[in-house]
């Protein structure tokens, strides 16, 4: 069983940023591709970023697109969601997902984050 553990959220006026963090408990990072989802309320969760195992390949979701960066430092055992010109439409509970696959694109998700609170004013 990997424990995912998300950190960073908080409160931020529109336009600022914000950067998310992930790690795996007691496992190694390298050995999963991982995501960003988010759930905003009254929503169903949506997909924000993902990267591959390595970092070579990264995708976002379109409403994101331009403004969130995913990066992964393994040496850390970590992965980023580095939010910038956020928007109150972000506003959201995010989590951290990591799937024993290689590839970004495919593969489900295999373990989940308990999410981090990010809450965007106007």
């Known amino acids: 069983q990997v424990q995912l553990v998300e950190s960073g ?17 007691g496992r190694t990072l390298s050995t999963y591709a991982m995501g960003w989802f ?37 040496a850390k055992n970590t992965v980023y969601l580095q939010m910038s010109s956020l928007k109150p439409d972000d506003t959201a509970v995010y989590y951290c997902a990591a799937k024993r696959t290689y590839s970004a694109y495919e593969g489900a998700y295999d373990y989940w984050g308990q999410g981090t609170q990010v809450t965007v004013s106007s």
């Not at 959220?9 to 408990?25: D, N």
């Not at 993902?50 to 979701?61: D, F, K, L, M, V």
């Open 9 to 25: 959220g908080g409160l931020v006026q529109a336009g600022g940023s914000l950067r998310l963090s992930c790690s795996p408990s």
């Open 38 to 74: 988010r759930q905003a309320p009254g929503k169903e969760r949506e997909f924000v970023a993902a990267i591959s195992r390595s970092g070579g390949e990264t995708y976002y979701a379109d409403s994101v697109k331009g403004r969130f960066t995913i990066s992964r430092d393994n």
